[in-house]
T-cell receptor, first 111, second 114 residues
Framework: SAVISQKPSRDICQRGTSLTIQCQVD?????MFWYRQQPGQSLTLIAT?????????ESGFVIDKFPISRPNLTFSTLTVSNMSPEDSSIYLC????????FGPGTRLTVL | AQTVTQSQPEMSVQEAETVTLSCTYD???????LFWYKQPPSRQMILVIR??????QNATENRFSVNFQKAAKSFSLKISDSQLGDAAMYFC???????????FGKGTLLTVNP
């Protein structure tokens, strides 16, 4: 199984600002995903981070709000832009193909 | 579109007893994977068990086993000899096709009583 780390583990941000979350994997992986878990809810896929090309976003998520970078096969970033209190969630990266593993998550609170 | 339904928002079990968590799904795919993930208060998503749809044999991992009924599109999780550390939110998830994206159910909060 892959070892996945995320930074920061938590943050409290002001409305209107942006936060970049990093995801680092200890081995090269082809598939990397970003999920959001709103308070008391299940996980929802934001996008698939593609190495060397633009991320593939799910319905309801747009690049201007959640820009994603994937410079290589072990690293990705998710930025939450122009934040509002509704963006308060846990953001998780996951990697794998037919077996998916998750990072520890980033708990974001927007005031 | 694929959907995953967990009809039990909360369940409780006595320590050392057995509990079954229910999950149904809807898909038009013939080849897919089903998962149970556990999320304790630490919020870490932990893979409990995986079932490949083309395998008729039910997956088992120590005290955790599934009852996979492909025709009924049902995928329940049985936890035997429940332990206090099993207390967590349990999510059923589906992955199909070639994109490996997970679709999650709403989760079942399991409480284990001493």
């Amino acid at each position: 199984s892959a070892v996945i780390s995320q930074k920061p583990s938590r943050d409290i941000c002001q409305r209107g600002t942006s936060l970049t979350i990093q995801c680092q994997v200890d081995s090269q992986v082809t598939m990397m995903f970003w999920y959001r878990q709103q308070p008391g809810q299940s996980l929802t896929l934001i996008a698939t981070a593609n190495q060397g090309s633009e991320a593939t976003y799910e319905s309801g998520f747009v690049i201007d709000k959640f820009p994603i970078s994937r410079p290589n096969l072990t690293f990705s970033t998710l930025t939450v832009s122009n934040m509002s209190p509704e963006d308060s969630s846990i953001y998780l990266c996951s990697v794998g193909r037919d077996l998916l593993f998750f990072g520890p998550g980033t708990r974001l609170t927007v005031l | 579109a694929q959907t995953v339904t967990q009809s039990q928002p909360e369940m409780s079990v006595q320590e050392a007893e057995t509990v079954t968590l229910s999950c149904t799904y809807d898909t038009s795919e013939s080849d897919y994977y089903l998962f149970w993930y556990k999320q304790p208060p630490s919020r870490q998503m932990i893979l409990v068990i995986r079932q490949e749809a083309y395998k008729q044999q039910n997956a088992t991992e120590n005290r955790f086993s599934v009852n996979f009924q492909k025709a009924a599109k049902s995928f329940s999780l049985k936890i035997s000899d429940s332990q206090l550390g099993d207390a967590a939110m349990y999510f059923c998830a589906y992955s199909g096709g070639s994109n490996y994206k997970l679709t999650f159910g709403k989760g079942t909060l399991l409480t284990v009583n001493p």
